[in-house]
């Protein structure tokens, strides 16, 4: 017999019915389920454009959402309001005898939790958080000493010897449908301008679970070549998946079942990237000051320079470096960015800029349609040699060199810098090396057309090892 005459369900990072944790614990705990979804203002109202694609993408994504739930005979209630007391206030409302949701590892969303766990604890409700946005959380992949990891290797190794079927298997959600609430009449989703924002076009990200199941099917016929693709933003080598697993719009379940029974080594490189996913999840849950501050606190020492005006040069594409520029004017434009180009404009901004890693991480949460804390903060500080497991900090890419291997042919700058579009392959990498004479003849004068460097990679080179220097001694 089920425990519970009427439940909550409250969608979050996992905007799909398919193989859904939460969601099948609601189903299987209560005889009659409503499902719910906040636009949470403590989030929205804080994001400093009205023209956010990650909003649009959640909009598009719930139409769909709402849809599948209908065909189930189900209902789905969308808020526009803070979460922390929409959700008490929609059970009571209800008279459900519990809510159910999917666990979120962040800081601010534990707190979020935590007082709505306790509002609905003094109205005699409960609270149910299951794990559905990864394998493994907080304590389940430990060192034999019972602590965190703090180097990916050994974690990877641990995480790989864990896993099994029974930790992959799908949650048959549709099996219990029958216990979705009935709605009395459909509820609409509100539309973008009354929650205060622009529509936009989002098609090419490819929206809820039907887009990211389109690109999961191109990428398993690609995924051969992963290892050998994914590091040339100028191929189509990943899977451009991040966005659908920041919002779980696909089951991450499915997706590492998918990579462990395929043979080969590209598959097995991918399935590590996922393992690398948790491993931050892991890092930001065991020591959540990495959220603000960097993992190793001495880094915290470090006093930047922080010229503001090469901050702006960075942030607008304006360095001089093809290929961190080309990387920061397709982040302005698409909210996406390569994985390889994240590590060469982070390591830019540290390294060469000598600017807070901080303000990268920010400007980078604002902009990216996939933002992710964890993923964010663990790729940034990886970068800065701040962080658990990151490069050391004498290990400073050279923008030149990092173009020139992963963008040989300069497809990649040209697409997002076509005032470079004439410059000879020899020269694209680093354009201010040409003669005048040359400049005039490919239309690209440096300092008119495209900028002079900003800065000089070498002089700041060690300038930077000075600067990390201080701390270390």
């Not at 622009?198 to 098609?203: L, N, R, S, T, W």
């Not at 080969?264 to 892991?282: C, I, K, N, P």
């Amino acid at each position: 017999m089920k425990p519970y005459e009427a439940a909550l369900f409250w969608f979050r990072r996992d905007l799909r019915v398919e193989d859904n944790a939460g969601l099948y614990y609601a189903l299987t705990s209560a005889r009659r389920v409503h499902c719910a979804f906040v636009f949470d203002r403590a989030i929205l109202d804080a994001l400093p454009s009205r023209s956010d694609r990650r909003v649009a993408f959640i909009h598009a994504s719930l139409l769909e959402l709402r849809e599948s739930l209908a065909r189930l005979g189900g209902e789905l209630l969308v808020l526009h309001d803070h979460a922390e007391a929409a959700i008490p206030r929609l059970a009571a409302s209800l008279r459900v005898d519990a809510v159910f949701a999917n666990d979120d590892y962040e800081p601010a969303a534990r707190a979020r939790d935590a007082a709505v766990d306790r509002a609905l604890s003094a109205a005699g409700q409960r609270m149910h958080l299951a794990k559905d946005q990864a394998i493994f959380d907080k304590d389940e992949v430990l060192t034999k000493a019972g602590g965190p990891f703090g180097v990916y290797t050994p974690y990877k190794n641990a995480w790989m010897a864990k896993v099994d079927d029974f930790f992959l298997q799908s949650y048959p959600v549709e099996r219990h449908a029958a216990a979705l609430a009935k709605p009395d009449a459909p509820a609409p989703v509100p539309a973008l301008a009354s929650l205060g924002f622009e529509k936009m076009d989002v098609a090419a990200l490819k929206p809820g679970a039907s887009g990211a199941r389109d690109l999961f099917a191109d990428f398993a016929k690609r995924i051969d070549r992963y290892r050998d693709a994914r590091d040339f933003p100028g191929v189509k080598g990943v899977s451009y998946l991040s966005v659908h697993n920041r919002f779980g719009t696909i089951s991450i379940r499915e997706l590492a079942r998918a990579a462990r029974a395929k043979a080969g080594e590209g598959a097995a490189t991918w399935l590590s990237e996922l393992v690398w996913r948790e491993f931050y999840f892991q890092v930001l849950w065991h020591h959540p000051h990495a959220a603000t501050g960097a993992f190793r606190r001495e880094y915290d020492a470090i006093r930047w320079p922080d010229d503001e005006g090469l901050f702006r040069a960075w942030c607008e594409a304006r360095t001089g470096y093809p290929i961190v520029d080309a990387a920061m004017r397709q982040l302005n434009t698409t909210g996406y960015m390569h994985n390889r180009l994240r590590m060469i404009v982070a390591s830019f901004l540290a390294k060469d800029l000598l600017v807070d890693w901080r303000r990268g991480e920010r400007y980078f949460a604002e902009q990216l349609n996939d933002f992710d804390l964890a993923q964010n903060n663990g790729g940034w500080q990886w970068a800065a040699s701040t962080g658990c497991d990151a490069q050391p900090y004498f290990r400073i890419f050279n923008p030149v060199t990092q173009s020139e291997r992963f963008d040989a042919e300069g497809r990649f700058i040209r697409r997002y810098l076509p005032e470079l579009a004439k410059v000879p392959d020899a020269s694209i990498h680093a354009p201010w090396t040409m003669s005048g004479a040359e400049q005039a003849a490919c239309g690209c004068v440096i300092g008119r057309d495209y900028p002079a460097p900003v800065v000089d990679h070498a002089a700041q080179r060690e300038k930077a090892l000075a600067l990390y220097g201080k701390v270390k001694r």
